[in-house]
DNA sequence: CGTTCGCTTGACGTCTCTCAATGCGGGTGG
DNA sequence: CCACCCGCATTGAGAGACGTCAAGCGAACG
């Protein structure tokens, strides 16, 4: 690194690049975002669905999740984030948040404003791309999250958000040997999979008994991955690991 | 307008300066991207799941939809597209296509290569933003539809659906007194809703003898709008009709 | 004119919800 | 340091929404 300081957008940039490579001005360019650091406590709500948020952020450290709550008052988790995901470059654009953002538990994210983050983009064509794909990946997650609530009863649910929570911390070093912090509770897993945190219990009971994950405390673990893959149905694909096409431009 | 043919890409220009206006060279550089307009059959797919497609499209004509299907068979439709949508600004950047493309009946699309889309993209920024926010949009819609299957019931679903889809056809001209052609089967709005064909006739059943709405062939009528918002929960803010934030660039 | 596709309706099964109660662990205040 | 409380996990019993299976019917189509 040319900078002498730790950037909290470090993490961001590792994963932009493992799908593109940026030249070092666009790396540089990032690193000049101005940036604030915030830790937060458990259940804390950083932007509030019909907010007219000026920053966007990133995740540091923790877990962040997106959520919209039903005139009825029933609550949706629509998606989960883990270290280095920017969570919210959709209201960089939009004027009003269209849904709530919220920590799990404690968590540090990455304040970036959002005229910066614009400007940037602008001057820089493949860093426009790269926020552009990050949140096309965002909505390939959702499409396949979509899929999961219609189509699969809640065990196969269950199962397959194990598989993809354990992959993506995976990726960014957070699971080893299949283990991994998982600062849900069972009401927010429910909310996540569109049943009952009863139903959940039940499920993950189910699971734990067949010995194909085990959970002590906050730590999760999957003992058994091919089976687990095979009930949730889980095939990565939709994750985009592999990064965008060859650009020829 | 400054050409003398009319063009395919005009929709979604106008689609566009709704939100943000643009310059007389930004028009032109859209008017000028390589464009192919196809007719199609019923349920012809456009772009398949785990295709490396080099052309996005833009609906011209008729109604598009989105689907994913699971191992175990069953058929997710994650969204519909009406005249003037960009469908699939996300295969430009992905390597490989994480979803089927289809139309519901017949269709005209416009065909425009991903380098071109790209190459303009990179050169003018309001452009790139333009399809930045079209792809948001769509994410928010996902979000909203995620929201309605995991959240709502089977009578809910119904009802938000139908609204959706009556505001965005009336945005474009295409529902006049609540009247619009809907050219979906029971089936598909099952796949979309997350239930079974039996359950949607039903629902629908229902709706007609309380005179929520009316279905002739075709044509679906909404008859009493406020009921069906209200018992859809239908807040159209995930629409973000009003365009994104001014910007001070 | 037969065939297919889509709509409709009935009976029955089941996955998931609701209601309800218990227990546990961690935080808080006296 | 202990009592208290609250949030969360757990378990049981009964209810309801929705799925499955099955059959009939009309319209479109080759």
């Not at 949140?135 to 397959?160: F, K, M, P, Q, W």
């Not at 959940?200 to 730590?219: H, P, Y």
């Not at 091919?226 to 690991?241: K, M, Q, S, V, W």
Request: proline residues 4%; charged residues 25%.
């Amino acid at each position: 690194m040319h900078t002498a300081i730790a950037n909290h957008i470090d993490p961001f940039i590792t994963k932009i690049e493992t799908r593109e490579k940026l030249s070092e001005a666009e790396r540089e360019a990032l690193r000049l975002l101005p940036q604030k650091l915030i830790h937060t406590a458990a259940r804390t709500r950083i932007v509030e669905e019909g907010e007219r948020p000026t920053h966007s952020c990133m995740v540091a450290e923790g877990m962040v999740y997106r959520t919209k709550i039903a005139e009825s008052g029933r609550r949706q988790i629509m998606s989960f984030h883990v270290p280095g995901d920017f969570v919210d470059l959709h209201t960089v654009l939009f004027k009003v948040a269209d849904h709530t953002i919220e920590t799990a538990r404690n968590a540090a994210v990455v304040m970036v404003p959002h005229e910066a983050v614009l400007k940037t983009a602008a001057e820089y064509p493949a860093i426009g791309r790269a926020f552009w794909f990050d949140t096309l990946v965002d909505a390939s997650i959702l499409r396949e999250t979509l899929l999961n609530i219609g189509r699969r009863d809640a065990r196969a649910r269950t199962a397959h958000l194990l598989c993809e929570i354990a992959l993506r911390l995976r990726r960014v070093g957070l699971c080893r040997n299949g283990s991994f912090e998982l600062p849900l509770t069972q009401t927010d897993l429910a909310d996540a999979l569109g049943v009952t945190p009863i139903h959940i219990n039940r499920v993950l009971g189910k699971f734990r008994t067949e010995r194909l994950i085990a959970m002590d405390g906050r730590m999760a673990t999957i003992l058994n991955w091919g089976a687990l893959r095979d009930i949730g149905e889980f095939d990565p694909t939709y994750l985009h690991l592999e990064g965008p096409k060859d650009l020829h431009l």
